[in-house]
Nanobody
Framework: VQLQASGGGLVQAGGSLRLSCASS????????MGWFRQAPGQEREIIAA????????YYADSVKGRFAISRDNAKNTVYLQMNGLKAEDTAVYYC????????????????WGQGTLVTVSS
C-alpha cells in the first residue's frame, strides 16, 4: 500500500493550493480518508476526513470554511482544496486511510503517505 501526497509548495497568505493523495494498493472507496498536518514543534492533527460511505466530511475548526476534502474513487485519489491560506497553516500535510469506526478521529488511521510541505508566507 502506498499513499502519495503531492501539491504542496510556497504560497502567499490568502492564496490557494490543492493537495492530492494518490493511492496504490488500496481502494479509497473501501476506506475513510483523512488529511492531517504537523507544524514544527507541534503534534500531528487531523484537519479533514471523508467517510467511505459519503456524507458530510469532518473539518477541524481551524480550517472549517476554508478547506474542502473530496475524493475520486475511480482514480483512487483524495484531494484537499485549501483556500484563504494563513501563515499558521504552514505545516507538513499527510493523507491517511482508516477503516476504524470513528473515522473523524486520528486513532485508527493505519496507512500514511509521506507528507507534502505547505509554506504560507505572510
Amino acid at each position: 500500500v502506498q499513499l502519495q501526497a503531492s501539491g504542496g509548495g510556497l504560497v502567499q497568505a490568502g492564496g490557494s493550493l490543492r493537495l492530492s493523495c494518490a493511492s496504490s494498493g488500496l481502494r479509497t472507496r473501501d476506506y475513510h480518508m483523512g488529511w492531517f498536518r504537523q507544524a514544527p514543534g507541534q503534534e500531528r492533527e487531523i484537519i479533514a476526513a471523508s467517510r467511505r460511505s459519503g456524507g458530510n466530511p469532518y473539518y477541524a475548526d481551524s480550517v472549517k470554511g476554508r478547506f474542502a476534502i473530496s475524493r475520486d474513487n475511480a482514480k483512487n485519489t483524495v484531494y484537499l482544496q485549501m483556500n484563504g491560506l494563513k501563515a499558521e497553516d504552514t505545516a507538513v500535510y499527510y493523507c491517511a486511510a482508516s477503516q476504524f469506526v470513528n473515522w473523524y478521529m486520528a486513532v485508527g488511521y493505519k496507512y500514511w503517505g509521506q507528507g507534502t510541505l505547505v509554506t504560507v508566507s505572510s
